[in-house]
């Protein structure tokens, strides 16, 4: 338990979150939205702090992070808790938990890095529940693992406010950001929040850091897949944030309380590809569907398969550090010479709830 940033006192007693948009009110000895805040005696503690739902090293284009160091492997780690109230959350059993009810671990900033090092992982993964709600916490680990090298990665929905961004974010390398739909009424629906606030991320992003960061759409049938949705969202990429950011449409399969709603087709998220192209962007990807074709890396100017992939394995890498052969540069970070290929599909360390 450590006393949070981002609060204040309001005149009735209650304590007013800065933390995420949400700007929970919180009275004494209650939580506030996510679980892992709590106002305990009229201070702010964040509960997350020094705690862990497990460990797991997985391939980095699990998160996914096709243009952030591929072919390397990543620790995966979350704790419990959230500040989004997502129906179709797949890993629900974490992010609707409290810490007591996850089995978390101890777990001390200097013992994550550590555990980084010890498994030789270029990077940390900061995901399961969003790493915001616990953002005390990543900002102790991000600077110690930029001191030993070791780069820190956000998996998350970027529903954070302006004042904490900065914070939060300082020692961040990359980020993969959930646009959940491009309609306020998916968002308010369907997740219990708005969509504004994530837009105003992913422009702070692009236009205020140099964090790497790519987006994913989870396409859930009836909700948010009509093409013209998806257009829009193509388009305000293309409009905000360029045409080089990734884009990842990945398929929803039934969970928690859609569990009535039938899995996205191969065909839905393929068609969702195929209008981000047309519309201009230059690296996009489906996810959660078996399809070479789209998980494969292409280069921009002379459309040779750069990376390929099958799931997250890496078939062929011709990357010689960022550039194609034709003399084409690749967006991203990479490994120095023509890069690596692995067949890991994750290792446990520590047991999760991750689904």
Same mark, same amino acid.
């Given at each position: 338990?450590?006393?949070?940033?981002?609060?204040?006192?309001?005149?009735?007693?209650?304590?007013?979150?800065?933390?995420?948009?949400?700007?929970?009110?919180?009275?004494?000895?209650?939580?506030?939205?996510?679980?892992?805040?709590?106002?305990?005696?009229?201070?702010?503690?964040?509960?997350?702090?020094?705690?862990? !739902?497990?460990?797991? *090293?997985? &391939?980095? %284009?699990?998160?996914?992070?096709?243009?952030?160091?591929?072919?390397?492997?990543?620790?995966?780690?979350?704790?419990?808790?959230?500040?989004?109230?997502?129906? #179709?959350? $797949?890993?629900?059993? *974490?992010?609707?938990?409290?810490?007591?009810?996850?089995?978390?671990?101890?777990?001390?900033?200097?013992?994550?890095?550590?555990?980084?090092?010890? /498994?030789?992982?270029?990077?940390?993964?900061?995901?399961?529940? +969003?790493?915001?709600?616990?953002?005390?916490?990543?900002?102790? *680990?991000?600077?110690?693992?930029?001191?030993?090298?070791?780069?820190?990665?956000?998996?998350?929905?970027?529903?954070?406010?302006?004042?904490?961004?900065?914070?939060?974010?300082?020692?961040? +390398?990359?980020?993969?950001?959930?646009?959940?739909? #491009?309609?306020?009424?998916?968002?308010?629906?369907?997740?219990?929040? /708005?969509?504004?606030?994530?837009?105003?991320?992913?422009?702070?992003?692009?236009?205020?850091?140099?964090?790497?960061?790519?987006?994913?759409?989870?396409?859930?049938?009836?909700?948010?897949?009509?093409?013209?949705?998806?257009?829009?969202?193509?388009?305000?990429?293309?409009?905000?944030?360029?045409?080089?950011?990734?884009?990842?449409?990945?398929?929803?399969?039934?969970?928690?309380?859609?569990? +009535?709603?039938?899995?996205?087709? %191969?065909?839905?998220?393929?068609? !969702?590809? $195929?209008? !981000?192209?047309?519309?201009?962007?230059?690296?996009?990807?489906?996810?959660?569907? #078996?399809?070479?074709?789209?998980?494969?890396?292409?280069?921009?100017?002379?459309?040779?398969?750069?990376?390929?992939?099958?799931? /997250?394995?890496?078939?062929?890498?011709?990357?010689?550090?960022? /550039?194609?052969?034709?003399?084409?540069?690749?967006?991203?970070?990479?490994?120095?010479?023509?890069?690596?290929?692995?067949?890991?599909?994750?290792?446990?360390?520590? &047991?999760?709830?991750?689904?």
């Amino acid at each position: 338990m450590k006393e949070a940033l981002w609060w204040e006192t309001q005149e009735d007693g209650r304590i007013l979150c800065t933390l995420c948009p949400r700007y929970c009110r919180i009275g004494k000895n209650q939580p506030g939205f996510c679980y892992i805040r709590k106002n305990i005696d009229g201070k702010l503690y964040s509960l997350g702090y020094g705690k862990s !739902a497990g460990f797991a *090293i997985d &391939p980095i %284009e699990k998160k996914p992070l096709n243009h952030f160091l591929p072919g390397t492997e990543i620790l995966s780690f979350g704790t419990a808790g959230c500040n989004l109230g997502c129906r #179709f959350c $797949q890993n629900w059993s *974490i992010s609707k938990a409290k810490l007591d009810d996850a089995q978390s671990l101890s777990a001390s900033p200097e013992s994550v890095v550590e555990l980084a090092l010890r /498994h030789r992982v270029p990077s940390l993964a900061f995901t399961y529940n +969003d790493p915001v709600i616990w953002g005390e916490f990543v900002i102790d *680990i991000s600077r110690i693992a930029r001191e030993s090298g070791v780069k820190s990665v956000m998996v998350t929905a970027g529903y954070i406010t302006p004042e904490a961004r900065p914070q939060v974010y300082r020692y961040i +390398d990359a980020a993969n950001v959930d646009l959940k739909a #491009f309609t306020e009424q998916f968002y308010r629906k369907l997740t219990f929040s /708005h969509l504004d606030p994530v837009l105003d991320t992913l422009k702070w992003l692009r236009n205020e850091t140099d964090i790497w960061f790519e987006i994913t759409n989870l396409i859930i049938p009836g909700e948010n897949d009509d093409p013209e949705e998806t257009r829009r969202l193509c388009n305000w990429v293309l409009d905000n944030l360029g045409d080089e950011v990734p884009l990842h449409f990945t398929a929803f399969h039934p969970d928690f309380k859609m569990v +009535d709603t039938p899995r996205t087709p %191969e065909s839905t998220v393929q068609r !969702a590809r $195929q209008i !981000a192209l047309s519309a201009g962007v230059k690296y996009c990807y489906v996810g959660n569907v #078996f399809d070479e074709e789209g998980q494969t890396t292409y280069c921009s100017g002379c459309g040779r398969a750069l990376i390929r992939r099958s799931w /997250h394995e890496i078939l062929e890498y011709h990357l010689v550090n960022d /550039h194609c052969a034709c003399g084409q540069k690749i967006p991203g970070y990479f490994l120095r010479g023509k890069g690596t290929r692995h067949r890991s599909v994750g290792r446990l360390i520590y &047991p999760h709830e991750s689904r």
